[in-house]
């Protein structure tokens, strides 16, 4: 009889140890570092949708979790949430993956439109310093030199938002300096006509 | 027999377990769940992450607690569900998810509206400075002031359009504040202008007397009007559009300053064509005594550089009608202009220059 007991309770334990599968702890933290590693690499602005879709991953992993941990710890099984804590941890590592690539996009576009823009500027300070000058065109090459002069200061400003990572606000301040760059070239060739006639 | 019994009443046991364990259990708030989750994107989308960023956060973390409260309550046997606090929890985060996408796009709209404003303030400001600054002789002095204007005006405009409202603003301010210092060189003009005033028209009344009581040609030049008067007898007999010095807003003060003096001179050499570089010319007696006694004082007080010079050969000439200020200091009418003119002057004509004649002719 004692023996049938001692079997029965083996059993049991046996059972107990089974159903008390571990909960997926170091998944979980890895897919919670990818979402922040994912955030960091400024995804949300990025890569959005992307990064919407291994956050949503994430919680409903945690939420599988969650369930599993509410349960009586013999009919838990976490083989579920293990599986979505991976899948979260890929999905957060290419949000990651797929902001630094926008990043960069953006970054390189930005980077082309300001080499365009110190072109136009150097342009336009070698046309000013080309001028005919002299009675007739003296006051205009002084307005087109302050204007010049401005547009470097405004193209500086352009740099320090780039270098801040502010690319939108750069690139919108480059255009604006490349417009005004261009029309001081035209400014320069008018200038040089009227002083050749006169 | 009894064993039938025990078999059915195992049976029964067994039957109502998973009755109770499977059936008649709530249902999960998942429509809640997706409805918030949907929310919380559009508010993402509305610009929530930069405009009401707390009201998204909150709504996000609402979210996230309500899941989880939903997942523990699927975790208990069916009879003890209870899906009410997860419900509530993700109703009041799919609210604050709306109230964050209601938010950030209100801020974008008022945004929008009051850059937008600004900027048709400051577009304004330029058009009437321009029209303003046309009609003036201070206009080299405030023109860079005014592009100063324009290039944040025209970069304001640019950010708007990327979405980036404040560094618009931003820019919208410095050109108004462009326009500001534009607005106090032409007010320091005009207050120069206003106390000399007086002395210019003494000098237009002198020369017409002159002209009058000797019944001799005079000339008077209106740099305010662009205007060379020819007059005989103290009276107007005709009128030339005159260009000056492209610094024309002051009296002169030293050589290269660009400006065409401001006093009393007379002609001192006639010059036919060949003999002036400008077609014809008429050369008057600048610098005067007055001239010398300014550029000296001004050299004094430090205005201008010990090493300036006074300057010399201003002349009224041809090659005119430019419709712009560009000579060195002289007074520059058109040939056709010049011919006519110089059949009534000679040496000795009275040449009286003025800012501003005021009320005459």
């Known amino acids: 009889m004692l023996k049938r007991v001692s079997l029965v309770l083996v059993a049991l334990t046996l059972l107990v140890i089974a159903g008390c599968s571990k909960a997926p702890e170091v998944e979980m933290q890895a897919a919670q570092a990818g979402l922040d590693a994912a955030k960091t690499a400024e995804a949300q602005d990025y890569a959005p949708d992307a990064y919407r879709t291994a956050s949503d991953t994430l919680n409903a992993a945690m939420a599988a979790k969650q369930e599993q941990d509410s349960k009586f710890a013999l009919f838990r099984s976490y083989g579920k949430s293990k599986e979505m804590f991976v899948r979260a941890k890929a999905l957060a590592d290419n949000a990651a993956t797929q902001a630094a690539q926008e990043k960069e996009r953006v970054k390189q576009e930005v980077t082309n439109l300001i080499t365009q823009a110190q072109a136009a500027i150097d342009s336009a300070a070698a046309a000013l310093k080309k001028a005919p000058k002299g009675k007739g065109n003296k006051a205009e090459i002084e307005l087109i030199n302050n204007d010049l002069v401005d547009v470097q200061a405004s193209f500086t400003e352009a740099q320090n938002d780039f270098n801040a990572g502010k690319y939108k606000v750069a690139q919108a301040k480059v255009e604006a300096v490349m417009q005004k760059a261009n029309s001081i070239i035209n400014e320069i060739a008018m200038a040089a006509a009227k002083k050749a006639g006169k | ?361």
């Open chain 2, 1 to 361: 027999m009894r064993k039938f019994i025990i078999g059915l009443g195992i049976l029964l046991v067994v039957t109502a377990a998973i009755v109770i364990l499977f059936v008649g259990a709530p249902n999960p708030p998942v429509v809640s769940l997706e409805r918030a989750k949907q929310m919380l994107n559009k508010a993402e989308k509305a610009g929530a992450l930069r405009y009401s960023s707390e009201m998204y956060r909150s709504a996000e973390d609402l979210i996230k607690i309500g899941w989880m409260e939903m997942a523990r309550q699927n975790g208990r046997l069916a009879p003890f569900r209870n899906y009410k606090t997860a419900d509530s929890l993700l109703t009041l985060a799919y609210q604050k998810g709306e109230d964050a996408a209601e938010r950030a796009e209100q801020t974008i709209q008022n945004l929008q509206a009051t850059v937008q404003g600004e900027r048709n303030q400051l577009y304004d400001e330029l058009l009437e400075w321009r029209e303003s600054l046309n009609g003036t002789l201070a206009k080299n002095d405030g023109e860079a002031y005014w592009n100063r204007a324009e290039l944040a005006y025209k970069t304001s405009e640019k950010l708007m359009n990327t979405g980036e409202y404040e560094e618009a603003r931003s820019k919208i301010i410095l050109g108004k504040e462009s326009l500001r210092r534009l607005g106090k060189i032409v007010a320091e003009y005009s207050n120069d202008e206003a106390q000399k005033l007086h002395i210019w028209g003494r000098w237009v009344e002198e020369t017409l007397e002159h002209s009058r009581a000797t019944g001799s040609y005079a000339l008077i030049v209106d740099k305010g009007k662009h205007k060379t008067y020819l007059v005989l007898g103290g009276r107007l007999k005709m009128t030339f559009n005159c260009d000056l010095g492209y610094n024309p807003s002051t009296q002169k003060l030293f050589a290269g300053d660009g400006a065409t003096p401001e006093g009393k001179y007379y002609v001192t050499a006639v010059k036919n064509n060949g003999a002036s570089k400008y077609y014809r010319a008429l050369l008057i007696n600048y610098p005067n005594a007055t001239d010398r006694q300014r550029f000296a004082e001004s050299k004094a007080r430090g205005i201008i550089s010990k090493r300036s010079r006074i300057g010399g050969l201003i002349e009224i000439h041809g090659e005119g009608g430019r419709d712009r200020d560009w000579t060195e200091g002289c007074v520059a009418l058109s040939n056709r202009d010049m011919d006519r003119l110089m059949q009534f002057v000679s040496i000795g004509t009275p040449v009286t220059i003025v800012r501003r004649a005021n009320n005459w002719p």
